[in-house]
């Protein structure tokens, strides 16, 4: 008796223990992991937080109400002039300048690198366009100022192109978009299934016709999302309308007019010296709480659309 | 009977519609390979654009008559002759500042030269050309300072010399340099990194690695993705409230001992581009994580290891290239971003080297876009300037992320 336990006890005969083992360390390291990736929910929050904190600052303020921030076209929080619109127009007028020239622009040369280029010759021009998509936006505001306008100003004349104006900053920023746009259509023309081609081919289409009546539409939830995309960044998009679309709110629909936008509103105001609590700085995170909004809205629209679209295909 | 028969065209009529289809179809082709020259052309623009601002003729006037200094002509002295005169007529206390600043004879010869044309002779700038201008229209340009300054000195100048990339800020667009402004950034960027690569490369592990499809982990990868399209100013906003105001004491370095500044730091720049850059290095380290092969993992699990263990010792060291070169590329967007800091609070005019996380700063675009903004084309002259140091800033670190990828591509 007294035998047979010192054998169960010996390690050799023990019964094998399946239970797995606790290992404490494995599970801290794990902790830190899972709080790492919770850091990226932890910052959308605080921008909510304190953009929405200040913008409540801003609305909650007596002066400000929703028929003035609405319906008037003056924006000068400093002396109780809270209309939003010339902010909100220029906005819009930029950003559609923008996409006009990158929509066509991006989809064509999409269009050339994902149906007509060889493989050499893409992967030969691709880069060019990954060189436009790197330069930093304030060289394109640099390039708006000093090129973009007085190029506009010799066709148009001085006297009807200001020098700091809506057009220049809105043509370059289309520039700056366009490498975004064809990037990703390209993608979604490329996700189009060969067959769809070759079917076309088949039935003698041309590769003009089958790009375009085919390939085409079969990717344009794809380009869709690019469209998207491309508005949200054009409506974010700060250093190129800082730099070259003027400075001051100004209720213009003339693209030759001198006009801020939300962006530019906020790096002029927020880059003088400006005291806390003050209605000038709450007033910059209720613009700056709205650009959020709409551009998170804009992203995640685009991101449902790609989503939809892969699981078509794939 | 198909009503339509006779839609499609027969003989003679398919011929020529097929002519007409085809001429459409080179025609489109055209269109849309012209779409692609319009976009290599704007590249080509700017950059002649900037190139084109950065040299040229300069017409300037002396303040001072440079033979008041010295009999030689200037560009003949040696460096002590420059130390004498700068000795001899600068004021005992300047010459002591300076003394304190940098020991004078340590200095080069071409620094003591930009003292000289600084602090004595005094340049005052009348009219800058472009490069173009410059060699295209010399004779012209030539007849025209002599008419209209007839004290004035023409010369070719370049604007981006050795001495632009060493001296600190100056009110003077002819001796500011991007010193400060580099130095300010080479900080910026490093405490980001600090703070954004342990973050971001430990989040991309989680949900690689780790995550199960639940719907938290689901809405994490939404987020992240999501966060990479909020507007960079938003960013800024954010490092506004939080970095620069809320934790004030911290950021500005009162915690810590240090009296003379406010949020305004180059630690509140730095982790409001460090938050900027997290999304952006978490979705390139997710990309090296999930191209480490999965018979990697499951033979670790298969010897026995660990999660922790097959994550450190072999997933992690596969995936290292590619999360650095993801960490390359988030360091040149945060080089070239400007919008956050301003909101953050760049100073525009800082003549004194950063001195640690604590100091106030200026960087390489915020300086680009303070001289781009200014009335007079000297300013535009250097701000192309310091747009070239910073393209090429930019371009060598591209350039190193795609050496990298190469390297590691060539591995598997």
């Known amino acids: 008796m007294k035998q047979e336990n010192t054998i169960m006890e010996n390690q050799l005969f023990r019964p094998l223990d399946l239970k797995k083992k606790m290992r404490p360390g494995e599970s801290v390291i794990q902790a830190l992991l899972f709080i790492a990736g919770l850091g990226s929910i932890f910052i959308t929050l605080a921008i909510v937080y304190e953009l929405g904190k200040e913008a409540w ?14 319906g008037t076209t003056t924006w000068q929080p400093g002396i109780g002039h809270f209309g939003i619109w010339p902010l909100v127009t220029s906005t819009l007028i930029t950003s559609s300048i923008a996409i006009f020239v990158s929509l066509p622009l991006g989809l064509a ?37 000093l090129f973009m306008t007085p190029l506009l100003q010799s066709i148009f004349g001085k006297q009807t192109v200001e020098v700091y104006n809506m057009a220049s900053a809105g043509l370059v920023m289309g520039i700056m978009i366009l490498p975004l746009i064809s990037s990703m259509s390209e993608d979604a023309l490329s996700a189009v299934p060969r067959a769809l081609r070759e079917g076309a081919y088949a039935m003698g289409a041309t590769k003009f016709e089958t790009s375009v009546q085919v390939v085409l539409p079969a990717a344009l939830s794809g380009i869709g999302a690019a469209l998207i995309i491309g508005i949200s960044r054009a409506i974010g998009e700060t250093m190129i309308v800082a730099i070259a679309a003027g400075s001051g709110p100004n209720f213009t629909f003339n693209p030759f007019k001198a006009a801020e936008t ?15 609590n003050s209605i000038d700085y709450t007033s910059l995170f209720a613009i700056a709480l709205m650009l959020f909004l709409v551009t998170l809205i804009l992203n995640l629209i685009s991101q449902g659309i790609i989503n939809k679209f892969r699981q078509r295909y794939e | 009977m198909n009503p339509n028969r006779d839609y499609y065209p027969k003989g003679e009529d398919l011929h020529r519609s097929l002519g007409r289809r085809y001429r459409s179809a080179s025609i489109w082709q055209t269109l849309f390979f012209s779409a692609l020259v319009i976009a290599i052309l704007s590249l080509a623009a700017l950059l002649y654009n900037v190139i084109d601002g950065a040299f040229g003729y300069v017409a300037f006037e002396y303040k001072n008559d440079p033979t008041e200094f010295s009999t030689k002509p200037l560009d ?26 940098k020991p004078m004879d340590t200095r080069s010869k071409s620094v003591l030269y930009t003292l000289l044309l600084e602090r004595l002779i005094q340049i005052d700038t009348k009219e800058t050309w472009s490069m173009t201008d410059s060699i295209f229209r010399s004779a012209k340009i030539k007849a025209e300072v002599a008419e209209k300054y007839p004290e004035a000195k023409l010369e070719f100048r370049s604007w981006l010399t050795p001495v632009f990339l060493t001296t600190p800020m100056s009110s003077k667009a002819e001796f500011a340099g991007v010193r400060t402004a580099i130095l300010g950034s080479l900080w910026m960027v490093g405490i980001a990194l600090l703070f954004a690569l342990p973050i971001g490369t430990g989040a991309a592990i989680y949900l690689q690695e780790y995550a199960s499809k639940n719907f938290l982990n689901r809405i994490i990868q939404t987020n992240i993705n999501n966060l990479a399209g909020v507007p960079s ?19 500005s370095g009162r915690l810590f001992g240090v009296t003379d500044s406010n949020g305004r730091t180059i630690l509140s720049a730095g982790l409001t581009m460090g ?60 080089i070239g971003e400007t919008a956050p800091l301003i909101v953050v609070g760049a100073s525009t005019f ?8 604590f100091s106030k700063f200026t960087a390489l675009p915020i300086q680009i876009f303070q001289w781009t903004t200014r009335a007079q084309s000297e300013f535009h002259s250097i701000a192309a300037s310091a747009i070239i140091v910073l393209l090429i800033l930019l371009l060598t670190l591209n350039a190193a992320a795609i050496l990298l990828r190469n390297r590691v591509q060539k591995k598997y």
């Open chain 1, 109 to 145: 040369v999409a269009l050339f690198l994902s149906e007509y280029a060889s493989p050499k010759a893409r992967s030969a021009l691709k880069p060019i366009l990954e060189i436009l998509a790197g330069i930093p936006t304030v060289v394109y505001g640099y390039f708006a100022l």
């Open chain 2, 350 to 357: 800082i003549s004194i080297d950063p001195s640690g996380p």
């Open chain 1, 262 to 276: 939300m962006t530019g509103h906020i790096a002029r105001i927020s880059g003088g010296d400006l005291s806390y």
């Open chain 2, 76 to 101: 003949a002295l040696n460096k002590q002759e420059l130390l004498d005169i700068l000795k001899a007529n600068l004021s005992s206390g300047a010459f002591t500042k300076l003394e304190n600043e």
């Open chain 2, 233 to 251: 100013i938003v960013y800024g906003m954010l490092g506004l409230a939080i970095f620069v105001r809320a934790l004030e004491p911290f950021t």
């Open chain 1, 57 to 70: 600052l801003f609305f909650g303020n007596p002066d400000v109400t929703f028929a003035k921030f609405f």
């Open chain 2, 275 to 334: 938050t900027l850059v997290l999304p952006l290095i978490i979705i390139n380290a997710q990309e090296a994580i999930k191209s480490v092969p999965d018979s990697l993992r499951q033979a670790a699990f298969g010897v026995g290891a660990t999660r922790w263990q097959t994550v450190w010792h072999h997933v992690l060291p596969n995936a290292l290239p590619g999360i650095l070169t993801g960490s390359i590329l988030a360091v040149s967007r945060a």
